[in-house]
């Protein structure tokens, strides 16, 4: 069902109290259709800044280039 949804296009959110296995059900869907996505990559959103983890993976891994600023002023991101 999840994997159908999102083979669609549409989202999904999976939400629970903690310790319901949200993480390892994400886990679990990540491993066993892998070969749909070309690849896992993990993230840590508790120790890192998450916003600058991802752009640091575009550019590095992908190949993207990251503008540094826009209209003159320069890009950051930062934690609200």
């Not at 629970?16 to 869907?29: C, F, I, R």
């Not at 640091?56 to 991101?77: A, H, K, N, V, Y």
Request: proline letters at 1%; aromatic letters at 12%.
């Amino acid at each position: 069902m999840v994997h159908e949804d999102l083979q669609r296009g549409n989202y999904v959110a999976i939400a629970g109290m903690g310790g319901v296995g949200k993480t390892e059900l994400a886990t679990q869907y990540a491993r066993r259709y892998e070969q749909y996505y070309g690849g896992i990559t993990w993230f840590n959103d508790r120790e890192t800044n998450l916003a600058a983890e991802v752009l640091e993976f575009f550019q590095l891994q992908l190949g993207f280039e990251i503008p540094q600023e826009l209209g003159g002023e320069l890009l950051r991101t930062r934690i609200i």
